[in-house]
């Protein structure tokens, strides 16, 4: 059996980086039994071949649990979750220029009598800004081993690879302040700080004039707001070259495919059935990349904690507190971990709201629906010279819809069945610092996978399920045309449904294909119009052109801004809150808004 060592450490130590550091790629994510919250399971692999596994848990400043995911943490490490292993040793990760305050979790950590290695953490933010310690007298001072490493450059990481090969011994006993009392612990920490000869590093002169104008009540939303700005129209104008050359590959290949494959049924179902639907996602790719690269240059740069402060002011106007911005901002990217890092939030009730909420914040598997018929309707005009087009104010004013409605809608629950007090909201912000090209790139390749394994499963399975449909019944042993098929049906059967919205019966199947994920909309109707002989040849977006109007256009956006189409969302809700109760309130109050507001906007545009 592989060792198994545990990753603890307070928020914002970088306990991630070097995470990520020590394990590169060999690394899944999944839920720890029993709880929401996500478990980081990764290899280090040794040079004598040796496997240790590390389980990064969520970051904490003590082991007295306010939280789920303090809880977790603490359950962890005392062997209380069933499949889990107790861990064989502890990294305590802390940050070297916060020493003072992150080493009072040494001694719950300490106390639980592990070998555990203390690693001081950004030791070249350290060492910059003037300041220093000395880790021996520290390692005396405390009774366990120390390492003074930068995560992000790799410096000092040989001292934990030593650790985890070999250094696995019973830790030297020490005298340790009572746990449960927080002064005894802060004098304590200050007391070993001084031994270890702790000089404090200067406050950075950058953090310190940023925090001015981004905390700025006026400026500091205005550069927000310019920040978001210029972030939708790049996903426009940046991503369009890399988009044509996807594009070009899906084209160049499929025709590859098509001289290949000769049989005509093999044919139709390889090239138009699954190339037809799985490429059309494929296309979106790197807009979707493009916004994770975003997200993480902001987050990984300290500027995110300040948006939170920003945030606290408006999310205190509907009932919420600064704690749910993170998990309402990370909703952009996906529903699904958004409503697990609701696990911060200890008021139930706020955490509650922020999950009913989350899913209407416009997360990534809308975006390929999105620039699809933006492109497909509105041609690219300035509107503010080059830092906002005609396409990036629509995919803005898209993306605003669901704000308001997610803030609407927060109101109304916190007002009513989700009444409570207000919290204080108290964040730690880290200083400025530059994201790292090895994290930002692990970041997208670990979002590439999953958004090709996605096209590789869902789309795929639901691409050659909707081809088989279309395919059916066959009258003499030929396929009969598309409108006359199985699919044809189901899509005819909900058309009276949905025609006062302004859709057909194709876009209607796309409607109910993409219960299973939003995007799969665009590889249904990649598989329709592929099979459709009037269609085939006008591509995509001419095709959507010539079936839609633009009032119909409109309205399928907005059909699409509320609706709630995500069989993992519903699953992680049912999972959170414990109950079937809430996913299916969510899902008939989104679905209800999605109807009648594309109502309103096909009857008022028409």
């Not at 991630?16 to 692999?45: C, D, M, W």
């Not at 009932?319 to 909703?331: E, M, V, Y």
């Not at 809700?573 to 999605?594: C, D, H, N």
Request: hydrophobic share 50%; charged share 15%.
């Amino acid at each position: 059996m592989p060792k198994v060592v545990a990753l603890v450490g307070p928020p914002n130590s970088g306990k991630s980086t070097l995470y990520n550091r020590l394990t590169g790629l060999r690394q899944k994510v999944a839920n720890f039994p029993g709880v929401t919250v996500e478990q980081h399971i990764g290899e280090s692999r040794l040079d004598d071949g040796r496997v240790v596994t590390l389980i990064d848990l969520p970051g904490v400043y003590s082991l007295t649990p306010r939280s789920e995911d303090e809880e977790v943490t603490r359950d962890v490490l005392l062997g209380r979750i069933p499949a889990v292993p107790r861990p064989d040793a502890i990294l305590l990760v802390l940050d070297s220029t916060n020493l003072g305050r992150h080493l009072i979790l040494a001694p719950p950590v300490l106390s639980l009598g592990l070998p555990t290695l203390v690693v001081l953490n950004m030791a070249d933010d350290l060492a910059e800004r003037g300041g220093d310690v000395n880790t021996q007298a520290l390692a005396k001072q405390i009774g366990a081993p120390v390492a003074l490493v930068s995560a992000a450059r790799g410096d000092g990481v040989e001292t934990i690879i030593d650790f985890l090969a070999g250094s696995m011994g019973v830790p030297a006993q020490v005298e340790l302040p009572v746990l449960q009392d927080i002064p005894q612990c802060r004098e304590w920490a200050a007391k070993i700080g001084r031994h270890a000869s702790y000089q404090p590093p200067a406050p950075p002169v950058w953090t310190s004039r940023l925090d001015k104008l981004f905390l700025h009540p006026v400026a500091g939303p205005l550069i927000f707001l310019t920040v978001v700005v210029a972030v939708f129209q790049s996903i426009f104008t940046w991503a369009r070259p890399l988009m044509n050359g996807v594009q070009a590959l899906v084209t160049m290949s499929g025709g590859w495919m098509g001289h290949i494959i000769t049989n005509p049924g093999w044919h139709s179902l390889i090239v138009e059935g699954v190339w037809g639907g799985v490429g059309s996602v494929v296309v979106f790719l790197p807009q979707i990349l493009l916004l994770f690269l975003f997200i993480g240059v902001l987050e990984d740069s300290g500027y995110l904690a300040r948006a939170a402060i920003i945030a606290d002011r408006t999310m205190a106007r509907v009932g919420l507190q600064g704690k749910s911005f993170i998990p309402l901002l990370s909703a952009y990217a996906c529903a699904v971990p958004a409503i697990m890092a609701t696990r911060t939030i200890e008021n139930k009730r706020d955490r509650f709201a922020t999950i009913l909420v989350a899913p209407l914040m416009t997360c990534s598997a809308r975006l390929p629906v999105y620039t699809l018929i933006i492109a497909a309707f509105i041609p690219e005009r300035p509107l503010a010279g080059a830092l906002l087009g005609t396409r990036a104010a629509a995919l803005l004013a898209l993306y605003a819809l669901g704000f308001a409605a997610a803030f609407a809608t927060a109101r109304i629950l916190k007002s009513s069945i989700l009444k409570s007090e207000s919290a204080s909201f108290v964040l730690e912000m880290p200083p400025y610092r530059w994201p790292t090209p090895a994290g930002l790139g692990l970041r997208l390749l670990d979002r590439t996978k999953v958004f090709l394994r996605r096209a590789g499963t869902v789309i795929l399975g639901i691409s050659v399920l909707l081809w088989a449909l279309a395919h059916l019944p066959l009258k003499d042993g030929v396929a009969p045309p598309i409108e006359d098929s199985l699919a044809g049906a189901l899509g005819r059967t909900v058309e009276p449904a949905i025609r006062p919205l302004g859709f057909n019966w194709k876009i209607g199947i796309g409607l109910i294909t993409s219960l299973a994920a939003r995007e799969v909309i665009v590889g249904t109707l990649g598989t329709i119009y592929g099979m459709d002989g009037d269609a085939r040849s006008l591509g995509l977006q001419k095709a959507i052109h010539r079936d839609l109007s633009p009032a119909g256009a409109v309205s399928l956006l907005v059909f699409f801004a509320f609706a709630m189409q995500c069989i993992s969302t519903i699953a992680v809700v049912r999972r959170e809150t414990g109950s079937w109760k809430w996913p299916a309130i969510q899902f008939l109050y989104m679905g209800s808004i999605a109807y009648a507001g594309s109502f309103v906007a096909y009857q008022l545009l028409r």
